[in-house]
Each structure stands twice: as structure tokens, then as C-alpha cells.
């Protein structure tokens, strides 16, 4: 069965190429273009429903910032070992420490990685 990634991302351009080269890396994508999408599928696994095996969170959304995705992600011991990588185009240190102290494995700048270099990244911590 194909490995799952929550992909949290509002930009339709973004989506689709990631959908595209990450689906060709042999994963599922399930996109959400809002934040409390995200939360209530969070919900839904903290019920049981299937765990994805990492989960994408763009920082800027339109209804909330990434950190309260990721924060809501850490707090319960059903989603707490889901790896988090945050992806995004806002470069700023403080963001990055607190993206870093919320257990997030990756803060990756948009504009730092390719579609296929960032499918590769996933690639390589789903393998490991």
C-alpha cells in the first residue's frame, strides 16, 4: 500500500505540481486547502482512520497559520509521531526556531527546492 502525505497547501499552482511529482514518487496525496480541513481530518485519525505517513503545512493559509496545524498535530499521542515538515516561501529565523521546537523534522523554503527535490526529501525520510 502506498505511503500517504497530508499536503496542506492554499497556492492551486503548487498543489497540482506537487500532486503531480509526489504522486509520481509512489505516494497518496491528500490535499487541504484550509487549515480547519486539515484539523477536523486530524480529528478523524485521532478516531482511528488511517495515519498519513507525513504531512506537508504551508505556513501562510488563508484561515490560520501552519503552526497551529502543526502544534495541533504535536499535542495528541495518536498524530505526535506523524513527521511534519513545514514548507514555505515566509523566510524568518524566529518562525524557523519555533517551527524547529514543535518537533517539525523540516523547515524548507520553497524557493531552496525544487517539486522533484522536495518528493526526494520525502522520499528519503519515508525510507529511512
Same mark, same amino acid.
Given at each position: 500500500? #502506498?505511503?500517504?502525505?497530508? $499536503?496542506? +497547501? ?14 509520481? #514518487? ?11 480541513? &486539515?484539523?477536523?481530518?486530524? #480529528?478523524?485519525? @485521532? @478516531?482511528?482512520? +488511517?495515519?498519513?505517513?507525513?504531512? $506537508?503545512?504551508? !505556513?501562510? $493559509? ?5 503552526? =497551529?496545524? !502543526? =502544534? +495541533? ?22 518562525? %524557523? ?6 518537533? &517539525? %523534522?523540516?523547515?524548507? $523554503? /520553497? ?7 522536495? #518528493?526526494?526529501?520525502? /522520499? ?5
Amino acid at each position: 500500500m #502506498a505511503q500517504k502525505i497530508l $499536503l496542506i +497547501e492554499d497556492e492551486p499552482q503548487l498543489v497540482e505540481i506537487y500532486n503531480v511529482v509526489l504522486s509520481k #514518487a509512489g505516494f497518496v496525496v491528500e490535499t487541504f486547502k484550509y487549515g480547519v480541513e &486539515a484539523k477536523e481530518y486530524l #480529528a478523524t485519525v @485521532r @478516531r482511528g482512520a +488511517e495515519k498519513p505517513s507525513l504531512i $506537508l503545512i504551508d !505556513l501562510i $493559509l488563508p484561515d490560520m497559520n501552519g503552526i =497551529e496545524i !502543526l =502544534e +495541533e498535530v504535536k499535542k495528541y499521542p495518536e498524530t505526535q509521531d506523524i513527521p511534519c515538515f513545514v514548507s514555505t516561501n515566509y523566510s524568518d529565523p524566529e518562525m %524557523e526556531k519555533k517551527c524547529l521546537a514543535l518537533k &517539525a %523534522e523540516k523547515f524548507l $523554503l /520553497k524557493t531552496d527546492h525544487t517539486p522533484k527535490e522536495l #518528493a526526494e526529501i520525502v /522520499k528519503q525520510r519515508l525510507s529511512g
